[in-house]
């Protein structure tokens, strides 16, 4: 969480172009919304039991529990370069790259035409027990998950890519042991499991043409990582790590 911070930082100083970040996660952690509360959402002691990290996001919405069964990844890039004005835009802007992607691994996605939650599952603290309206769908079934922050004219989104959803370790871990993901995995959508590095590919391209950018793959740029640091402390709830 802090490395996608520090990228939106790093790009909006001007010391970074656009960037893709695609990453999986060890141990698997629970990301929290910038401004969700713990104590309502997950279940402390079986995150504990589970050896489940919690870590708090830059960006808004509901909480999602990260596993080693996951493909996630980030954008930041500037408003400008997107030809956005607001929030939405830029979420059907960026849901280009990822329409893309997906169609490329065999599958037709569109973003939630309507969003709303009734009910229970209003309240549910998870991200994939309801649609929202930045989320993308396969059928009638959440695939990603998206958030976003924009600051100083720079957008960051984070992307939430289940391989597959394990419904009992959902229950353990969020305070809604009835709620059912209203989702779906990569492998049960696509009817075939596919690896991380044939979905980071997809990604990759897709997100190449619908931004007009040659992306090249490399590390961390000072800009980044001189701010890492300071932003992990804000991020950690606890101590969970990121794995690029």
Known sequence: MAVDQAMLKAHAAGETPPTLRVYGWRPPAVSL??????????????????????????????????????????????????????????????????????????????????????????????CFAVKARCDLVVGSSKLVGSAQV??????????????????????????????????????EAAGRRIGCEEVAGALREGFGEALGVAFEEEGLGEGELG???ELKEKARVSGAEAMC
């Open 227 to 229: 701010r890492l640091e």
């Open 33 to 126: 919304g910038r401004f969700q509360l713990v104590e309502g959402s997950v279940e402390a002691e079986a995150c504990a039991r589970l050896g489940i990290d919690v870590v708090r996001r830059p960006t808004g919405g509901r909480a999602i529990l990260h596993t080693e069964e996951e493909v996630t990844f980030s954008v930041v890039v500037s408003a400008a370069r997107l030809g956005t004005t607001g929030v939405m835009e830029a979420y059907r802007r960026l849901a280009g790259g990822i329409v893309g992607a997906l169609r490329s691994l065999g599958l037709e996605a569109r973003l939630v035409e309507r969003a709303g939650a009734f009910g229970a599952a209003a309240r549910d603290p998870a």
């Open 150 to 187: 924009q600051r100083g004219g720079v957008v960051l989104q984070q992307n939430s890519l289940p391989l597959r959803i394990r419904v009992e370790q959902w229950r353990e871990v969020f305070l809604r042991p009835e709620s059912r993901p209203e989702a779906v995995g990569l492998w």
